[in-house]
């Protein structure tokens, strides 16, 4: 089993910066992928950031050029900077491993909330 535990989540003024960690633990040999989504009430979850194995990373349209994925090992950070209202939502960090028979895991979410 794999557990991640995310933190860095508050209430920040419009404008302002978060970065957002998620530690996986557990039985971990290797990681293939983390991301990040978010899901504000009355919406569906969608897709922040990502970042593979090979260090490629990706964008939702909404927060490129604000917002940056790294990974460290089992470590995944979202610099989140210049933050909008329209960014308040829990986040979520996710985990793909090629083995076991759960291949993706999700954490509890914290809470992001922007202030206008």
């Known amino acids: 089993q794999v557990q991640l535990v995310e933190s860095g989540g508050g209430l920040v003024q419009a404008g302002g910066s978060l970065r957002l960690s998620c530690v996986a633990s557990?039985?971990?040999?290797?990681?293939?992928?983390m991301g990040w989504y978010r899901q504000a009430p009355g919406k569906q979850r969608e897709l922040v950031a990502d970042?593979?194995?090979?260090?490629t990373t990706a964008y939702a349209d909404s927060v490129k050029g604000r917002f940056t994925i790294s990974r460290n090992n089992a470590v995944s950070y979202l610099q989140m900077d210049s933050l909008k209202s329209e960014d308040t939502a829990v986040y979520f960090c996710n985990v793909h491993v090629p083995y076991g028979s759960r291949l993706s895991y999700w954490g509890s979410g914290t809470q992001v909330t922007v202030s206008s």
């Open positions: 557990g039985s971990i040999f290797s990681i293939n992928y």
């Open positions: 970042i593979t194995n090979r260090g």
